[in-house]
């Protein structure tokens, strides 16, 4: 799916436009999704984690998993923020999803969320992919500070966190519901270095 150049923003009015060279960084690429990435996606699924905190269904079938993939191309287009498909920089092949989220984009922040799908875990995957998403982030009008929340005991979550250069600034206590309980979240975040 191609998305339009240009897209408003309807609260602020900055134009979201698709970036004309895919972010990369070391052995990753950030792109589009495509129907081709539906059996990555059925991977995803399979975390009985991300089920809790996302759109994606847990053990999803193929329909759902075309639906989500369809939800991804939306966000654009609502303003909601950027939503890309983690490829292997070199085969294309899909392994995992990163977003940035422009919800608070009037104040200045976006906020990022990642997962790498269960089968290409372990090879530092996510730290490139968010590297590459917040070098990204930088170029996206009004956005100078990327926020991250993550489950104290979500150890990986913080190596990436630490690989991608964000540092933690705190514990925010019961800050939000995941799976029926009020949890805390570490709060990391990555600032726009100043020109």
Same mark, same amino acid.
Do not use: K
């Given at each position: +799916? %191609?998305?339009?150049?240009? @897209?408003? %923003? $309807?609260?602020? +009015?900055?134009?979201?436009?698709?970036?004309? #060279?895919?972010? *990369?960084?070391?052995?990753?690429?950030?792109?589009?999704?495509? &129907? &081709?990435? /539906?059996? +990555?996606?059925?991977?995803?699924?399979?975390?009985?984690?991300?089920?809790?905190?996302?759109?994606?269904?847990? &053990? #999803?079938?193929? *329909?759902?998993?075309?639906?989500?993939?369809?939800?991804?191309?939306?966000?654009?287009?609502?303003?909601? =923020?950027?939503?890309?498909? /983690? !490829?292997?920089?070199?085969?294309?092949?899909?392994?995992?999803?990163?977003?940035?989220?422009?919800?608070?984009?009037?104040? =200045?922040?976006?906020?990022?969320?990642?997962?790498? !799908?269960?089968?290409?875990?372990?090879?530092? @995957? !996510?730290?490139?992919?968010?590297?590459?998403?917040? %070098?990204?982030?930088?170029?996206?009008? =009004?956005?100078?500070?990327?926020?991250?929340?993550? *489950?104290?005991?979500?150890?990986?979550?913080?190596?990436? !966190?630490?690989?991608?250069?964000?540092?933690? *600034?705190?514990?925010?206590? $019961?800050?939000?519901?995941? =799976?029926? $309980? %009020? /949890?805390?979240?570490?709060?990391?975040?990555?600032?726009? $270095?100043?020109?």
């Amino acid at each position: +799916m %191609r998305y339009p150049p240009h @897209i408003w %923003r $309807s609260r602020t +009015m900055t134009r979201l436009a698709w970036p004309s #060279a895919p972010p *990369e960084f070391r052995n990753v690429r950030l792109r589009a999704f495509t &129907n &081709n990435d /539906v059996g +990555m996606v059925l991977d995803l699924s399979t975390d009985p984690y991300l089920p809790q905190i996302g759109s994606l269904p847990g &053990n #999803a079938d193929a *329909e759902q998993a075309h639906a989500y993939i369809e939800r991804q191309h939306e966000r654009l287009g609502t303003g909601a =923020g950027y939503s890309f498909c /983690v !490829a292997d920089r070199r085969t294309d092949e899909a392994l995992g999803v990163i977003g940035l989220h422009l919800a608070s984009i009037a104040a =200045g922040r976006a906020s990022a969320g990642y997962a790498v !799908a269960p089968r290409s875990r372990g090879r530092g @995957i !996510a730290g490139q992919a968010l590297t590459a998403l917040t %070098r990204f982030a930088w170029s996206v009008p =009004g956005v100078h500070r990327v926020e991250l929340y993550i *489950e104290p005991w979500n150890l990986s979550s913080v190596r990436t !966190a630490e690989f991608a250069g964000y540092e933690r *600034e705190g514990l925010l206590r $019961s800050h939000q519901e995941i =799976g029926g $309980s %009020r /949890v805390d979240m570490l709060l990391y975040a990555a600032t726009r $270095s100043a020109d």
